[in-house]
């Protein structure tokens, strides 16, 4: 183990034994909002309801000067049920987490020229990204598989590879996609 991944593990124990009290619960919290939020949407884009379904999604994408939006649209609806299944478990969370936040970027860019308020700003997008960084960086917290499977060095390790492919995710619809 690293100078770094020892240290970093060092301080996840340090912060669990430390911290407030409540903080456990409260990423619990986020990780089950976060992950069922996006299980449900993958949902919905996968039996196409309240009529929402990947082929308009992609119609959508396309709209919005995006190609290959059949492509980026089931990718969209898979990571959508992987990640919130993930999450709702914290099992491998930083990876999950990392794909929530990815694709929250692309929801949040898209919408960025229509200003930040709802209906069609980018405040939603925006809180859920956050939501996704909050887990992604605090970790799962003690109520997620990755604590009893993992342990804190595999974690950390699949925090900082998380951080890389939320941004790739970003630059490779924007600069691929687009």
């Known amino acids: 183990m690293t100078t770094i991944d020892s240290t970093a593990t060092e301080g996840m124990q340090a912060a669990r034994t ?3 009290p409540w903080a456990q619960y409260g990423l ?3 990780r ?18 309240f009529g929402w379904d990947v082929f308009r999604f992609a119609g959508y994408l396309g709209s919005k000067g995006y190609g290959q939006t ?15 299944v993930l999450l709702l478990l914290g099992l491998v969370t930083p990876i999950a987490a990392a794909l929530t936040a ?10 960025l020229s229509h200003g930040f308020f709802m209906p069609t700003g980018f405040e939603w997008e ?8 909050v887990v992604l960086l605090a970790g799962p917290g003690r109520y997620a598989l990755d604590h009893k499977v993992l342990g804190a ?3 950390v390790r699949l925090t900082r590879i998380g951080l890389g492919l939320a941004a790739a995710m970003l630059l490779i619809s924007v600069l691929i996609f687009r």
């Open 18 to 20: 430390t911290s407030y």
């Open 28 to 30: 619990l919290l986020v």
């Open 32 to 49: 089950f909002v976060i992950g069922f939020t996006f299980l449900a949407h993958g949902i919905q884009n996968l039996v196409g309801m």
């Open 70 to 84: 059949t492509l980026l649209s089931w990718t969209t609806m898979t990571i959508e049920l992987t990640s919130g």
């Open 102 to 111: 990815g694709v929250m970027l692309n929801a949040a860019f898209i919408k």
């Open 126 to 133: 925006l809180a859920v990204l956050a939501g996704g960084l």
């Open 153 to 155: 060095a595999a974690t």
